[in-house]
């Protein structure tokens, strides 16, 4: 995925939940976005294009919040699920039973939340 469409996408979304309030003007000061460890969304990136799609907007100036969910490593035999951090070599094993482990990660991308100010 690209930042560019990802950003245009996050900043449509915002301005419909936003707009449903009867016209009255109002900013929209923060959103908060939640992408899994294999979106591969890099926040700076993203931050760039969302402001300057954002501008003109009532979203203009607004803050990005980027909440990654990690990946994990699960059990295939007894199902344990272990934090993955990707500056580690991967278990193979699991450290319950010995079982093999598989790596599991979310792609999804989605707004969780907006702040409005109006
Ligand atoms: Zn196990």
């Keep these: 995925m690209h930042e560019a469409a990802i950003a245009q996408a996050i900043l449509d979304t915002a301005l419909t939940a936003a707009g449903q309030d009867g016209g009255k003007k109002i900013k929209i000061i923060r959103i908060v976005i939640v992408a899994g460890a294999l979106a591969g969304i890099e926040q700076p990136s993203l931050e760039m294009y969302l402001t300057e799609l954002a501008r003109g907007t009532p979203a203009e100036g607004t803050v990005l919040e980027l909440k ?48 409005v100010e109006s």
């Design 68 to 115: 990654s969910t990690p990946a994990r490593l699960v059990c295939r035999t007894c199902g344990h699920a272990m934090p993955f951090d990707s500056g580690r070599t991967v278990d193979v094993q699991c450290d319950q039973c010995g079982g093999p482990n598989r790596l599991e990660a979310d792609d999804a991308c989605y707004l969780e939340s907006i702040e």
